[in-house]
């Protein structure tokens, strides 16, 4: 079994910025892809951000030029820099990793909200 765990959410001011970390644990060899969700109260889960095992990098249009997801593989880490921040940002967000054949695995999500 594979554990993952967001951390880094918080309060923030609208502009502000967040780090958040996802750290996994468990049987793992590889990664095919690393991802980072986000579900807004009331609203759909939606894919922000994902990162593959080439380092080939994915945004949604509405974080392009504000968020910069990123691995580190021999840490087991996979991180999103969130700068300028919007309140339309706030949601849980949640961390995703994806394993060969398809398989994936998800933590429990960091609650991240962007209000003066």
């Given at each position: 079994?594979?554990?993952?765990?967001?951390?880094g959410?918080g309060l923030?001011?609208?502009g502000?910025?967040?780090?958040?970390?996802?750290?996994?644990?468990?049987?793992?060899?590889?990664f095919?892809?690393?991802?980072?969700?986000?579900?807004a109260?009331g609203?759909e889960?939606?894919?922000v951000?994902?990162?593959g095992?080439?380092g080939?990098?994915?945004y949604?249009?509405?974080?392009?030029?504000?968020?910069?997801i990123?691995?580190?593989?021999?840490?087991?880490m996979v991180y999103?820099q969130?700068?300028s921040l919007?309140?339309?940002?706030t949601a849980v967000y949640?961390?995703?990793?994806?394993?060969?054949?398809?398989?994936?695995?998800?933590?429990k999500g960091t609650?991240v909200?962007?209000?003066?």
């Amino acid at each position: 079994q594979v554990q993952l765990v967001e951390s880094g959410g918080g309060l923030v001011q609208p502009g502000g910025s967040l780090r958040l970390s996802c750290a996994a644990s468990g049987a793992i060899f590889s990664f095919n892809a690393m991802s980072w969700y986000r579900q807004a109260p009331g609203k759909e889960r939606e894919l922000v951000a994902s990162i593959g095992n080439s380092g080939r990098t994915t945004y949604v249009d509405s974080v392009k030029g504000r968020f910069a997801i990123s691995r580190d593989n021999a840490a087991n880490m996979v991180y999103l820099q969130m700068n300028s921040l919007k309140p339309e940002d706030t949601a849980v967000y949640y961390c995703e990793a994806i394993f060969p054949g398809g398989l994936d695995y998800w933590g429990k999500g960091t609650l991240v909200t962007v209000s003066s």
